[in-house]
């Protein structure tokens, strides 16, 4: 069987995770956008499917 036929069949993702991007953790690289966005979830809020009780035992 091909490599690809393989890679096609599986469940999972075949994924590397670059360790060297963890540097950008704790730096906002947008505060336009960020301050934006908080504004807007002051103003309007989240959906209620992300509010309820429910969701948030999960």
């Given at each position: 069987?091909k490599?690809?036929?393989?890679?096609?069949?599986?469940?999972?993702?075949?994924?590397?995770?670059?360790?060297?991007?963890?540097?950008?953790?704790?730096?906002?690289?947008?505060?336009?956008?960020?301050?934006?966005?908080?504004?807007?979830?002051?103003?309007?809020?989240?959906?209620?499917?992300?509010?309820?009780?429910?969701?948030?035992?999960?």
């Amino acid at each position: 069987m091909k490599l690809t036929t393989k890679l096609k069949k599986r469940k999972t993702p075949i994924v590397k995770i670059d360790t060297s991007l963890n540097k950008y953790d704790e730096v906002i690289l947008f505060p336009d956008k960020l301050e934006k966005a908080n504004q807007m979830l002051k103003k309007v809020g989240l959906p209620k499917q992300w509010t309820s009780a429910e969701s948030r035992s999960q």
